[in-house]
């Protein structure tokens, strides 16, 4: 069993910059893959990254060149971070583990958090 909480959300400013924490518990944190993904009012959950257990990296490709994500496993924490804010980043983020990574779809993902919202205003 796996509990993930996020943090570091907020109200920023379009161009601003934000960077999200997700505090893992649970044995094996560095086997698994870490992903993070939003959903805005009215839209689906969409990916937005993940890392897999050797630091490999994927990006959707609206966070490409403006997110990166990362991973501290003696911490068991995994990060975003959010550089050059767009209105249109914003969504509650959540983050979610799994056991491998097979993909981008959110069905890969066996564990999830209570999101953190991150809001961009004009």
């Known amino acids: 069993q796996v509990q993930l909480v996020e943090s570091g959300g907020g109200l920023v400013q379009a161009g601003a910059s934000l960077r999200l924490s997700c505090a893992a518990s649970g044995r094996s944190f560095s086997n698994y893959a870490m992903g993070w993904f939003r959903q805005a009012p009215g839209k689906e959950r969409e990916f937005v990254a993940a890392?897999?257990?050797?630091?490999?990296?994927y990006y959707a490709d609206s966070a490409k060149g403006r997110f990166t994500i990362s991973r501290d496993n003696a911490k068991n924490t995994v990060y975003l971070q959010m550089n050059s804010l767009k209105l249109e980043d914003t969504a509650v983020y959540y983050c979610?583990?799994?056991?491998?990574?097979?993909?981008?779809?959110?069905?890969?993902?066996?564990?999830w958090g209570q999101g953190t919202q991150v809001t961009v205003s004009s």
């Open positions: 979610a583990a799994a056991r491998a990574y097979y993909g981008t779809g959110a069905y890969n993902y066996d564990y």
């Open positions: 890392i897999r257990w050797n630091g490999s990296t």
